[in-house]
Structure formats: C-alpha cells, structure tokens
C-alpha cells in the first residue's frame, strides 16, 4: 500500500466527503457512485453555488448603496452556500464544484497518487460549466432580471489576475493540504472559510474557479465579470493551481507526511 493509500484510507474513517480505497483524493468520489450520479451532483452543485453568489450580488444591491456591505452580504453567503454544498454532495463527488479542483486531482492521480481519471475529467468539467451558467441563469430569473445579459463589468487588469493566481493556489494547498494530514473532514469548514477570507484579502475578490468564472459572465449584476476579462481570469486561476500543487509538494512533501500526519490526527483528535 502506498502512503496515499494509507493515509486515504486512515482519512475515510472520519471525513465526510473523504471516502474508502486508495483513490480517495481531496473529497474524490466513492467508486460505487455511478458517474451519472457523480456527474449530476456537479452540475447541480456548482449551479446552486453561482446561484447564491449572483442572487446575493444582486440582492445586495437592492439593499445597500454602501459597496463594503454589498461585498459582506455577498462574502457570506457564499461561506454559508459553499459549506453546506460541500458537506451535502462531498459523499456524492467530492463536492469539486470547480475545473481548476478536478483537473489538479487528476494531475495528482497522473503522479500516483490519488484522484480522477480522464475519463471522470471529460464528464466532471463541462457539468461544472454547465451547472454554473445555469446557475447564473437562476439567480437573474428569480430577481426579475433579463436571464441573459452578458456582464460589462471589466476585471481584465493585472493586479486582478495577480488576486486569482494567489486564491486559487491557496484553494488547491488548502484542499490537498488537508487531505495529506487527514484533516478532510474539517474541508466543509475550512474551504468556506477561505473563500470568505480571499473575497477581502485577494483584490479579485477569489473567483478562483474557472466554471464560476464563466457563468458570471452571463450576469450584468453586481457578482458578473466582462466575457473578455474570462479569458484572463481562467488562465490566471489554472495557473494558480500549477503553483498550488507546487506548494503542497513543497510543504508536504510527495507521500512520505500524509501518513504520519494522518496516523497523528486520528490518534489525536
């Protein structure tokens, strides 16, 4: 058994999204969940989660002229939205929600280690697409707003792009990070909470999420992005996740911490 299987296996016994066999990844599906099923929760997921980041953009708005509170109403909805939808569809497909997650999980498993295989890649990616416009599409319908109005809301400067490669790089360490010390069972928690916090601290306000990022462009509201400041923001945040998976190798090392951090945690909390 390899280390990642071990500490797969020492994480699954605990983790609500984390789940048995060695290909159990950060929040990675349980292999007797058919990928239909799989691919529904994606879809549905990541629709439900735009949805809660442009309708609470929008109802922002509507009650408040004052921009900080309308990114406070924002920011947590989203913490709330994000870490029920986690801890929720987490047991069904590991609760990605987001191309730049399912494509690092698959580079993981490439390396040997634990994640998606392509085939799991070419059905998990264009559900979260899918999901998100269409979760786009909810939130103007249910405000009265046209369904489709592509947003003008430029986000193409630097400094921009600069905020989506850091919170996503801290997305992918944080996700894999916890899943290398056997702590995913806290990812509920700890992924909310980290996107709540770079909504404030990273000047993009953390998209980090290329699905999410093309259906906010289908919405000219608060929560909306230019479609061509898409582009940009997708390549900032895939190469984010290059620096991530960098980082958790740097930090963690390959496989050699995951099981002993993983034994430490179960024997410790």
Known sequence: MSATEASAEITAESSPIAVPGPRSAPGAAPPRVPLVHRAAAELVGTGILVAVVAGSGIQATRLSKDVGLQLLANSTATVFGLGILILLLGPVSGAHF????????????????????????????????????????????????PLVKWSTHDRSTGHLLLGEVVATAGLILLIFG??????????????????????????????????????????????????????????????????????????????????????AAAGGE
């Open 98 to 145: 987001n191309p730049a997650v399912t494509l690092a999980e698959w580079w993981n498993a490439r390396r040997g280690g634990a994640g998606v295989t392509g085939r799991e890649v070419a059905v998990y990616l264009p559900a979260q697409v899918v999901g998100a416009i269409g979760g786009a599409i909810l939130a103007d319908a249910m405000f009265g707003e």
């Open 178 to 263: 916890l899943a290398r010390t056997g702590r995913l069972r806290f990812a509920p928690v700890a992924v909310a909470s980290y996107i709540g916090a770079a909504y404030w601290f990273t000047s993009s306000t953390s998209f980090a999420n290329p699905a999410v990022t093309i259906g906010r462009a289908f919405t000219d509201t608060f929560a909306g992005i230019a479609p061509g400041s898409v582009p940009g923001f997708i390549g900032a945040q895939l190469a984010g996740a290059v620096v991530g998976l960098a980082l958790v190798t740097l930090v963690f090392g390959r496989t050699g911490i995951a099981v002993a951090a993983a034994t």
